[in-house]
Structure formats: structure tokens, C-alpha cells
């Protein structure tokens, strides 16, 4: 039995892991009690990482296609590496020398940011081919903090983190993080921190539509607003602070520009205005602006669950002035950014002079290279120039984007789809060829992920903890492959021996370490001393004035539409709202079939409702409904939950696995794909920052007979 020391690289925090291995396999993963960071915490996700590394549904081999491409359909013919390169490269090289570079896409799932390598290599791809056509999943959950970074701080990687341990008073918007352990913070078990600060008199408040699990008498109080309103909370916020004299002229007029635009956004909101939308009392607004401006320390942070909103940019905007106004921008006890083995900020610099461009399906932007995940299908159905051949890169864009009916009929007519993962999953039963990867035991890695937004900076180097079972081959090495067989340039793999890890030396000799180094150090890691507090406007923004900009010009559009859809919801409430549901039973696609996750009540994902709503309903618990809307309607069963408030509904989304025969453990039990319900195409994302909305959708509820086709989409 030998013990291998390693990392988590399912999350930001990338807690240390130690892998047991016997007879050359890994026969247990827990956490690592020596670890400097983390200390002996790993969550549920890592641990049950052991599932899908001895999954028998794991792709082997190469597999190419032949006949039908529905689901279930077709022969899977095995393959060499050498031939299927060469046919998948001769493929691409026509397409892309009769249709030019955009006939060419990519969609990159959420995996690949916690592949070092791996993520290299996808930016070297798509550069050689000169595709401008790529999407991936931050447009579902995150794309709208890059755009915001952008805006108000001059680059999409500076993101202020909160300063917990000296707190006095955090503001956590759409974050659970005893459930998904946080986002956009890199930090090992924030429970217990979060726990340690209301020890020592700290408040903690949780703006959630939801009696969420991690607030409880020791850890902090819920403060249940309406779904997709947390944009005018926070102005009503920021409106009964200015008026109770509390912003910080003298940091502003240091610091900051146009906060005299600020002023005339929040000027219509106050706690009144604004109380009958959110859903709260205006006491208890002018109460939670009290207590968060009048502490000597405080810090905000905000996560997915707002993200996924009609106004996620303009809510992160409003995020960073509540910490900026009030004078806990870089302040201990505030939120500061934390700077790790690279300069992350200056990389992110980003100018925003014309990000705009003329399409076909309506004014477009890059966010970080990509283009709204939203619009995919439609570039492949109704487009002039469309996109013919697909490459995917650990994603199940399938059931991870809204309009599920619509992504089936463009993976079908696709000239050529190659899916390059862990599973055959949904989008892979469409795939003309199947390449399988090494999984995280099975690569080398750098815990690149929480660059500038650790809590504690630190730098890990891990080995492969056994080499890569049968045909897998990391990423890199197979996007290399397929650059070779177009006769295009491969810097990874063109150097005698390859030296994949030549850049990310470079970057970490500014620390004086490299991955040689690093790998000789106790548990592969360095902890930094950074000093990041009293660095932020002279070291970090990278506006040209080095200031912040309180109320962007590029933000005008985006207000305007929200004060329209402000009046609209101060006359017409939505029936139901439908938001997304995190739980410990599911974590990406490749957590769909791990069958220790499929039990009891966790076998399926029902569609949870207030009691009171079930019972003004006329039916029970377990009883089925139809859920519509104007893009979709799916039937399932009904969950009681005393933890929603009256007229929001949750899901988990991720399912829908019905036509997922490579997944046998996921096909069993499909549920439900909730997605089918979110809207998708021209319009249905926020131009700002091509973020999906997916929370707080209106829907009805319907009574059923029987849940006869659970996932159906009608």
C-alpha cells in the first residue's frame, strides 16, 4: 500500500487529497491531514471522485461512429490513436479550407479550468484554427463577474474575496456554501470560518430565496428575498446607506470616477420602493443596510445563484460598490484581492472600446474568447456561415443549456461532432467520434483554478497518481495530436522530449519555484506570503486612471432595461419562479452516474413547493405536475419543502438521462431535465455578459394524472 499525496480539481478550493494505491490502482481517496491549507478538509465531491475513476462506463478507447447518430443508434467501432487522428484531422482541414475557420466551434465544459494543461491547450487549438466560435460553460454560471471585472476594475480576473476571519458583518448573495463549498473564493471549509466569525460576534446574513442549509444559530441568519431581485436589493442597500451618511467620500474621491452616475441609479430605489418587489419589509432592508455600513469590517460575496439572474453583471457591479462606497474595498476585515503565483490581474486586462459586433442573431461579445452558450444551436440551424463541425471538451451542453429539444436537432446535423471526455454522455450519443480522457488521478497538474482568488495563496504541483488506464490520454496531448494531423503548429507536444509544463515554469518562476521544485516540497506545495491588503489601487486595478468606475457608460443599456423590468414586477407578480436547487447528490455530468448518489429520495429530482403551495393545489406530496412555460413543459413529481417561500419552485438541474445509454447508472434513473424550461436563443441571455438566465424563470404549475414520461419535453 503506498500513500500518494494529490488534489481535488473538482472545485475552486482544490483541497488536498491523499490517493492510497495497491497493486498499481486507487483504492481510496481521503483528505490529507498534512496539507498547510487545507488542513485535513475534503468534501463529498472529492471523496466520491474514487466512483468515477473505477466507473465501468469509463471511456477506454477511441470510438468512431458508424450509421445512424440518434441516441442508442449506430455501431461504436473501437480505433487506434494514429488513424482516428488522421481522419478527424483530414475532416477538419476540409471544412475548415472550404467553409474558412468559423465553420469550426467549441464548446469547453466546466472541468477544463481545473486542468492546467488541459486548458492551455484549448486556447493553442482554437488559435491555429482562427475560429472566433467558442462557447463554454461560464456563460451558464459565471461569465457575468469576468464582465463586470472588466468594467469597473479595467480586467475579468480581479475579484475582490471576502476577508472572513476579520469580518464583522458578510453579505453572502445566491452563495450556499455548506452545499457547494463557495465560488470565486478558493477556501478550505468555509463553514468553519464562516462559524468561527459569529463566535466572535461577527454577522453573518445570507440573501437566498431559500432557508438555506448553512445558516443555522452559529453560523448566520437567511434573509429570504424573491428570486431574481437582488439587483434592487442592493441599490435599495447602497440608496439607505448614502442616506444615512455612511459612504466614504474620502476614499471615493481618491479612487473612484462617476459616482455621481452611482447615485442617480440608486436614487429611485429606496427601501419602500423596493420592498414589495424583493419580498422583504422596508424595515428590514433599512435594518440589513444599518447593521452592514455601520460595522467597523465588512464584506460581501455573491455567487451562482445570482449569477444566473436577468442582471447578473449589474449585480456584481452593485456587489463591488457596496464594498467600495463604504470604504472595505482592500481593508482587512473587508474584501481584498489576493494575489497568488502569477499576476492574474494584469492578465485579465481587457479594454472595452467596441466589445460589441453585428450578427445575424443580434449585437454579440466575447467574455474571455467566448460567445453566449445560449446561441450555439441557432449557429448551427439558422445561420448563413454555419458552424459544421463541433469540438467538446469535457461538456454536456445537451443538459446543461437551456432549449434541450432544439441542442438535439443541431448535434444531428452536424458535419462532424467529436466529444473528448470521461463518458459517453448525452451530447457524446451524438458524436461521430469519441475520445477518451485521463481523468485528474491520472494526470499531472497545477492548481491553476483559484489563481487570484485564494483565500490563503499557496502553489501545488501534483503527479499523476497512476498512469492512465487503457487508451486514455490527457487533453493536451490529444488536441496536439489533432493540430499535427491539420498540419499545424503543436507547441506542446513539438519539443524533443515534450515539455508541457515549459509555460507554466515561466509563470511560476516569478515565485522562484518550478513544477521540479514544487513536486519536492511536502505535499508538492508552497504557501505564499503575498501581502495582498493596501495593494489594490496602486498594484491591481487596471483601469487607465487606476480608479474604480462606480457606474460604467458601457452599463447604460443594462439599467435601463432594469428599471423597465422593475416597474413591470411592481404590477405583475409571476405565478411560480423557478430556481436551481444545489445538493450533495449531483456535481456536473460526470457525477450522473455514480450510483452511491442515486438513493432514497436523491434518486430523482423532483420539483420541490412550499406546502402551502402543494395544498392550494389540491394535491399531495409525491404527486405529479406539468411545469410550462413558453419554451418548454416537462411532468414530475412534487417535493413538499418548508424551506422555499410561497411561489418559488426549485430543481436540481443535470438530469435528464433518459437517452443516455453510456451512462447505464444515469439511464436508470434519468429524472428530469429542467432546462427544457429555460429559455434559449436570440434574447434569452444578458447582452452584457452572454450569462444564461436560468434563475427565477416564471412558470405555471399544472396538476397531472400520472408521471408517465417524466422527462419529456412537449
Known amino acids: 500500500m503506498k500513500s500518494i499525496p494529490t488534489f481535488c480539481r473538482v472545485c475552486e478550493p482544490s483541497c488536498a487529497l491523499i490517493a492510497q494505491i495497491a497493486d498499481g490502482k486507487v483504492t481510496r481517496l481521503q483528505p490529507d491531514k498534512a496539507h498547510p491549507v487545507s488542513k485535513g478538509f475534503a468534501c463529498h465531491k472529492g471523496i466520491n471522485y474514487l466512483a468515477i475513476h473505477q466507473d465501468p462506463d469509463r471511456l477506454d478507447q477511441p470510438l468512431a461512429r458508424q450509421g445512424s447518430r440518434r441516441p442508442g443508434e449506430g455501431q461504436w467501432q473501437p480505433r487506434d490513436w494514429d488513424s482516428i487522428v488522421t481522419d478527424i484531422g483530414a475532416t477538419l482541414s476540409q471544412i475548415h479550407e472550404q467553409y474558412g475557420p468559423d465553420a469550426i466551434g467549441g464548446y469547453i465544459g466546466n472541468p477544463s479550468a481545473f486542468n492546467a494543461l488541459g486548458s492551455q491547450a484549448i486556447g493553442d487549438f482554437f488559435m491555429a484554427m482562427g475560429s472566433r466560435r467558442i462557447f463554454n460553460s461560464g456563460t451558464q454560471d459565471c461569465a457575468n463577474k469576468f464582465a463586470a471585472g472588466e468594467a469597473v476594475f479595467g480586467t475579468s480576473t480581479l475579484h475582490p474575496v471576502p476577508d472572513i476571519e476579520n469580518t464583522d458583518c458578510l453579505l453572502m448573495f445566491g452563495e450556499n456554501p455548506k452545499v457547494s463549498h463557495m465560488s470565486f473564493i478558493s477556501i478550505a471549509d468555509p463553514m468553519a470560518k464562516i462559524r468561527t466569525a ?299 522530449p515534450p515539455r508541457p509544463f515549459a509555460r507554466l515554469d515561466h509563470m511560476l518562476s516569478r515565485t522562484g519555484f518550478s513544477v521540479e521544485t514544487l513536486a519536492q516540497q511536502p505535499c508538492g506545495t508552497a504557501v505564499l506570503d503575498t501581502q495582498s491588503i493596501g495593494r489594490f489601487y496602486t498594484d491591481f486595478i487596471q483601469t487607465d486612471d487606476k480608479r474604480v468606475d462606480c457606474c460604467p457608460p458601457l452599463f447604460a443599456e443594462a439599467m435601463a432595461l432594469a428599471d423597465q423590468q422593475f416597474q413591470t414586477l411592481t404590477t405583475a407578480t409571476p405565478a411560480f419562479r423557478l430556481i436551481n436547487l444545489r445538493t450533495n447528490y449531483m456535481h456536473n455530468s460526470w457525477y450522473q452516474n455514480v450510483p452511491g448518489l442515486k438513493r432514497g429520495a436523491h434518486a430523482s429530482n423532483a420539483l420541490h413547493m412550499h406546502p402551502a403551495d402543494i395544498h392550494s393545489m389540491g394535491i399531495r406530496d409525491g404527486d405529479a405536475v406539468e411545469a410550462s412555460n413558453e419554451y418548454g413543459r416537462v411532468q414530475v413529481a412534487v417535493r413538499s419543502d418548508e424551506s422555499l417561500r410561497e411561489g418559488v419552485v426549485a430543481m436540481t438541474h443535470g438530469w435528464g438521462n433518459r437517452h443516455t445509454p453510456g451512462m447505464r447508472v444515469a439511464q436508470q434513473h434519468p429524472g428530469v431535465n429542467i432546462n427544457a424550461l429555460l429559455p434559449n436563443g436570440p434574447g434569452s441571455f444578458e447582452k452584457l455578459s452572454n450569462q444564461a438566465f436560468m434563475s427565477g424563470v416564471p412558470v405555471s404549475i399544472q396538476p397531472v394524472t400520472s408521471v408517465a414520461d417524466s422527462d419529456a419535453n412537449h
Open 198 to 496: 459569529c463566535q466572535r460576534g461577527a454577522r453573518v446574513f445570507y440573501i437566498n430565496p431559500r432557508q438555506i442549509e448553512s445558516a443555522s444559530p452559529k453560523t448566520g441568519e437567511v434573509i429570504q428575498i424573491l428570486p431574481d431581485t437582488d439587483l434592487y436589493l442592493m441599490a435599495a442597500l447602497l440608496h439607505e446607506i448614502d442616506r444615512l451618511g455612511r459612504f466614504d467620500e474620502s476614499v471615493i474621491r481618491e479612487h473612484g470616477t462617476r459616482i455621481e452616475a452611482l447615485r442617480a441609479f440608486i436614487a429611485p430605489y429606496c427601501a419602500d420602493t423596493v420592498a414589495s418587489v424583493v419580498g422583504l419589509s422596508a424595515d428590514t432592508i433599512r435594518d440589513l443596510a444599518d447593521a452592514f455600513s455601520g460595522a467597523e469590517r465588512a464584506s460581501v460575496h455573491m455567487s451562482t445563484g445570482v449569477n444566473m439572474g436577468q442582471h447578473g453583471t449589474l449585480c456584481y457591479w452593485l456587489l463591488q460598490m457596496l464594498s467600495f462606497v463604504t470604504g472595505n474595498l482592500d481593508k482587512l476585515g473587508g474584501n481584498f484581492y489576493s494575489e497568488g503565483f502569477y499576476p492574474a490581474a494584469k492578465a485579465g486586462r481587457a479594454r472595452l472600446d467596441n466589445v460589441f459586433f453585428p450578427s445575424q442573431h443580434g449585437e454579440m461579445r466575447h467574455i474571455r474568447g467566448a460567445l453566449a452558450g445560449n446561441l450555439l444551436p441557432d449557429m448551427i440551424l439558422d445561420d448563413d456561415n454555419p458552424i459544421r463541425a463541433l469540438v467538446v471538451i469535457a461538456g454536456n451542453p445537451l443538459l446543461s443549456v437551456g432549449g434541450e429539444a432544439r441542442w438535439r436537432q443541431a448535434l444531428e446535423k452536424l458535419d462532424l461532432l467529436i466529444v473528448i471526455d470521461l463518458f459517453r454522455n448525452a451530447t457524446g450519443e451524438y458524436a461521430h467520434y469519441l475520445l477518451p480522457s485521463a481523468d485528474m488521478l491520472e494526470r499531472p497538474d497545477l492548481n491553476i483554478c483559484g489563481l487570484g482568488m485564494q483565500y490563503q495563496p499557496y502553489v501545488q504541483y501534483t503527479d499523476a497518481v497512476v498512469p492512465p488506464a487503457a487508451q486514455r490520454r490527457e487533453e493536451w496531448w490529444i488536441l496536439s495530436r489533432l493540430l499535427q494531423a491539420m498540419g499545424r503548429h503543436a507547441p506542446m507536444l513539438e519539443q524533443d
